[in-house]
């Protein structure tokens, strides 16, 4: 699947139709999110049940600050609406891959079991 350009009119829809998406919050003045970009693109060839998506943070800047995007690149996880991974720099092809594959493999029934347990305990 090709990777989705996201911004203000679909960044909402994009995350709520799709099982899982993983955000690369990018800049193109920035060295390492241009480098990292044909390890993302590979990635997407590789996984077409999985939304790959970019967003540019000069162009949506709304959207970076209320994910509170500090550096860049930042890839975020995105599965069943809820973040279970954010963390900013470039990450090499294999350990990307392994992000993925973790990702994937996680039970998502356990972790909204924790979340409704967290949300108990406050």
């Known amino acids: ?56 943070t000069e162009e949506q800047q709304e959207i970076a600050a209320a994910f509170n995007i500090r550096s860049i690149p930042t890839l975020m996880v995105f599965r069943d609406q809820i973040i279970i991974y954010s963390e900013s720099g470039a990450l090499p092809a294999q350990a990307f891959d392994q992000l993925v594959e973790q990702a994937m493999a996680l039970d998502m029934d356990q972790v909204r079991a924790e979340i409704a347990g967290q949300g108990a305990d406050s």
């Not at 911004?7 to 690369?24: E, K």
């Not at 919050?25 to 077409?48: I, L, V």
């Open 1 to 56: 699947m090709a990777t989705v350009e996201l911004n203000a009119d679909n960044f909402q829809q994009t995350i709520n139709d799709n099982a899982t998406v993983i955000v690369d919050f990018w800049a193109p003045w920035c060295a390492p999110c241009r480098g990292f970009a044909p390890t993302f693109e590979a990635a997407s060839a590789k996984q077409p049940d999985i939304v790959f998506a970019k967003l540019n």
